[in-house]
C-alpha cells in the first residue's frame, strides 16, 4: 500500500534574499579593503578585526548564496560552518590584542574614527535591507546576526578612537576588540545551535518516508 504521506517540504528562501546578499556580499568585499588598508596605516586591533569580519562576512555570503537554492539540510550544513567561522574569529581577535599588549602598540584614532563612521553607514545600509529576513532559517539568521554585530562593532570602533584620543593609550582600541571578539564567540555559537536544529529536523523529515515505505512492504 503506497503511502499518502509526504516529508514537509523544506523553508523556502524568502523572496529577495538572494539579491540581499548579492548586494551585501559587493558591500562586505568594498569595505574589507578599505578597513584593511586603513587598519595598517593606523595600527589599530579593532579596525584590523572589523576588516577581517567584513571578509569573514563576504565569505559567508558566497556560501549562503551557494546553497540558498538547495534543500534544509545543506543550509543548516551552511550556517553550521559560518557559526564555528565566527566563533574562531573572535578566538582570533582575542589572541590578536593579547599580543598587541605584549608590544605596546597605539593606534592613530582619526583614521579609526573616520573609517569607522563609514564602516558603520555600510553596516547598517545592509543589516537594514536584511532586517526582514532574521527570522528565517539558520542559514538566513546567521547572515542578519553577521550584519548586527558588525553595524555594533562600528559604533565601538569609533568610542576606541575617542578613548585613544583621549588617553594616548592602546587601551579603549584593545577593550574594544575584545568585545568584538566576544560577540563574535556568543553569535557564534547561537548559530551553531540553531543550524544543529535545522540539521536534525532536516534529517528527520528525510527518515520519515523511507521508514514509512519499509513497514508498509
Not at 509526504?6 to 569595505?31: C, D, H, Q, T, Y
Not at 545543506?74 to 578566538?91: P, Q, S, Y
Not at 555600510?122 to 532586517?131: D, G, H, R, T, Y
Not at 579603549?172 to 545551535?193: E, F, K, Q, W, Y
Request: overall charge neutral.
Amino acid at each position: 500500500m503506497a503511502c499518502s504521506c509526504s516529508a514537509p517540504e523544506p523553508k523556502s528562501p524568502a523572496p529577495g534574499f538572494r539579491k540581499a546578499l548579492w548586494i551585501a556580499l559587493w558591500v562586505n568585499l568594498a569595505m574589507f579593503f578599505v578597513e584593511g588598508i586603513a587598519s595598517l596605516s593606523s595600527g589599530s586591533v579593532s579596525l584590523m578585526a572589523d576588516a577581517i569580519d567584513f571578509f569573514g562576512d563576504s565569505a559567508n555570503y558566497i556560501l549562503s548564496l551557494t546553497v540558498l537554492s538547495m534543500g534544509m539540510l545543506w543550509r543548516g550544513r551552511a550556517a553550521m560552518v559560518k557559526g564555528i567561522t565566527m566563533t574562531a574569529f573572535g578566538l582570533v581577535v582575542w589572541a590578536r590584542a593579547v599580543w598587541v599588549v605584549q608590544a605596546g602598540i597605539t593606534p592613530e584614532p582619526l583614521t579609526m574614527g573616520a573609517v569607522g563612521l563609514l564602516a558603520l553607514a555600510a553596516n547598517v545600509s545592509v543589516a537594514a535591507m536584511l532586517f526582514k529576513f532574521r527570522e528565517g532559517d539558520s542559514d538566513m539568521r546567521s547572515v542578519w546576526l553577521c550584519s548586527r554585530n558588525d553595524a555594533i562593532s562600528n559604533i565601538a570602533v569609533m568610542v576606541a578612537a575617542l578613548g585613544v584620543f583621549g588617553t594616548g593609550t592602546a587601551w579603549p582600541d584593545l577593550i574594544v576588540a575584545a568585545i568584538m571578539g566576544t560577540l563574535a564567540i556568543t553569535a557564534g555559537i547561537s548559530v551553531m545551535r540553531h543550524a544543529r536544529s535545522d540539521i536534525a529536523q532536516a534529517r528527520a523529515s528525510e527518515a520519515q518516508p523511507a521508514a514509512t515505505a519499509s513497514s508498509s512492504r
